[in-house]
């Protein structure tokens, strides 16, 4: 089992100097109740058993590897579970079952079910949509999203699916509903797949773009959006535009303009379009008016900074009007000084970047995202200047990707250091070019793709190279430490002696150690922090790492550059015990794991 050890003191001589005095809370910061500490225990405990963060982090324990053990069941899942009123407590894991959906459908009685999903949601928006027809036969079922719109004619084959919905939905849904409450079960709508009564599919083309500068606001009364306000720490998503004229290989976003060159039906607006600023304003202050707690608004446009006139007219009213922080997405190659003002002087907090990956050859034979390294690094730069965060995506395991290849990514983590950084297992969407790339390389594993139900847990392409799976499989568990060694960060030495165990273990032995990864990096944050040591961090979620920048630009006592590595070495071995800090190889005595 493990060793929690126990704190019976601090130790003066190692706390840096002018830390405001902190006193241990008495009550949960969530719910309120006293906190508790029993007898023997390592722990502080909330004594109220319905707090909702006690009851969430009992479900994540039992759901996770060292108990249920229950794959793609983690955190994120868990949190969206309970918001929706799923799951209560941790019985609930063992009756989600179709008792809940049968319950709710015959209290609501509906006249049309939705469902939206994407591809690695859709066993389950199958098994649903099954049991759905078999309870209901008389309720018509109609499935949307993006896996319905890449694959129409697979989904509408479902014996269970009367309706498929290809692309937007605004226009097609009111008409349906309209049909239906005049009795018809109709056929021909444009966007609308359907089948008659004798199983023949109808195949109607779509509807130009939506015009977003028509549609009513949005009802945020149908849900209790307080509670997702709340089960979400005050972040709350927006949406200010939709489109991308980019063709990245991985997303669905060049396959659907695709499929409006070939079928829409008349014209209407481009691919990339705006909401009005002045409709985002009333939402936004509709929101702030009649909802508690939001602390961020996260803009979750594909790319928020294209359209400079409309990004300045934006941040010029929202300036006059909040103060609460935001978050936009950004393309290296459409980010500036102009931008990065109006960001910051508007109370942008943060610009999140699609890096992808440090090898121009993936980018640009795999990924089709044509940016040098060089403009990467100056985007960084850029928003770091202007005192604006910065996030960046990254994927491993492309198709074709090579050792030395993801080695590029990493070291481009190092030299360009945002804020935080998300890694994830490339998933080759359905419909995407990026599937047909991994077709055309025999790459498929159509097994995995149809278990996982995320895109971080493990690859789902079948890699010939053992050296290569291995690779990917220890960067998806310790990835920041690669680039904290690979870094010119304080601490990099320490995480150097780190990797190069990782990177020295076999199969067998990284199966022994690969679940220690994430409370060993825990144990590592403490001991960075306490030295004042820069570097990147697993934080909030294990695919996040965020960076630990310095307080100080001094040097504790015995860390100066002089003495770097045996600082490092001692560090070790108060951390990981005796031995640690001497470099031995695994297996041998003192070896950190």
């Not at 990917?472 to 870094?487: G, I, T």
Request: glycine fraction near 8%.
């Amino acid at each position: 089992g493990d060793v929690i050890p126990e704190v019976v003191g601090p130790v003066l001589a190692e706390r840096p100097a002018g830390l405001p005095e902190w006193t241990f809370p008495t009550r949960c910061p969530v719910c309120a109740e006293p906190l508790q500490r029993l007898e023997g225990e390592a722990a502080t405990y909330c004594v109220n058993l319905a707090c909702p963060a006690r009851r969430a982090t009992a479900i994540e324990h039992f759901a996770s590897r060292g108990a249920l053990d229950i794959e793609g069941f983690g955190e994120q899942t868990v949190r969206l579970f309970l918001e929706l009123g799923i799951l209560g407590d941790i019985a609930d894991i063992f009756t989600l079952d179709f008792d809940r959906i049968r319950e709710d459908v015959t209290e609501y009685a509906p006249g049309l079910i939705g469902i939206s999903t994407m591809t690695n949601q859709y066993q389950f928006a199958t098994q649903i949509s099954q049991f759905l027809k078999e309870e209901f036969p008389e309720i018509p079922i109609i499935c949307g999203g993006v896996h319905a719109s890449m694959v129409p004619e697979e989904t509408i084959a479902e014996p269970f699916f009367d309706y498929v919905c290809m692309g937007e939905g605004e226009g097609a849904i009111l008409d349906l509903v309209e049909a239906l409450e005049r009795g018809e079960r109709p056929h021909g709508i444009l966007n609308l797949l359907s089948k008659r009564e004798d199983g023949t599919v109808v195949k109607p083309g779509l509807r130009p773009y939506q015009d977003l500068t028509v549609l009513p606001n949005k009802d945020y009364g149908l849900y209790d959006f307080q509670q997702m306000i709340d089960a979400k720490n005050g972040w709350v998503g927006l949406m200010s535009s939709r489109g991308c004229p980019y063709r990245c290989t991985y997303c669905f976003n060049h396959t659907i303009v695709d499929m409006y060159r070939d079928k829409a039906v008349g014209k209407g607006p481009k691919y990339l379009r705006h909401h009005p600023v002045e409709r985002m304003m009333e939402e936004i202050e509709f929101l702030l008016t009649n909802y508690t707690g939001i602390e961020m608004f996260i803009f979750d446009d594909d790319l928020f900074t294209l359209n400079r006139d409309y990004l300045m007219a934006f941040c010029t009213a929202y300036k006059k009007q909040f103060k609460i922080p935001f978050v936009v997405n950004a393309h290296i190659k459409v980010f500036d000084a102009v931008e990065a003002r109006y960001l910051k002087e508007a109370g942008c907090g943060m610009v999140k970047f699609g890096l992808e990956s440090g090898s121009e050859r993936v980018r640009k034979e795999i990924m089709y995202r044509y940016m040098k390294n060089a403009e990467i690094e100056r985007a960084f730069r850029l928003a770091e200047e202007y005192d604006l965060d910065t996030s960046a995506f990254v994927m491993i395991g492309m198709p074709t990707e090579t050792i030395a290849e993801i080695w590029e990514t990493i070291d481009l983590l190092a030299t360009s250091k945002p804020t935080r950084f998300r890694w994830s297992i490339f998933f080759p969407y359905v419909g995407t070019k990026a599937y047909e790339i991994s077709a055309r390389e025999g790459l498929l594993d159509h097994d995995t793709m149809n278990r996982l139900t995320d895109f971080v847990s493990k690859s789902s392409l079948t890699f010939d190279d053992a050296e290569f799976n291995l690779f990917l499989e220890k960067l998806q568990r310790a990835l920041p430490w690669y680039v904290n060694a690979r870094s010119d960060f304080d601490s990099a030495p320490i995480y150097k002696q780190l990797v190069d165990e990782i990177q020295a273990m076999t199969a067998e032995e990284w199966d022994q150690v690969k679940d220690d990864i994430i409370p060993m990096d825990k144990r590592l944050q403490k001991l960075m922090g306490a030295r004042d040591r820069e570097g990147y961090e697993v934080k909030f979620n294990d695919f996040m790492a965020v960076r630990r920048k310095r307080k100080t630009r001094a040097y504790k006592e015995g860390m100066d550059s002089e003495g770097a590595t045996q600082g490092s070495a001692e560090a070790m071995e108060r951390t990981f015990g005796a031995g640690a800090g001497e470099g031995a190889n695994v297996g041998e005595s003192g070896g950190v794991f």
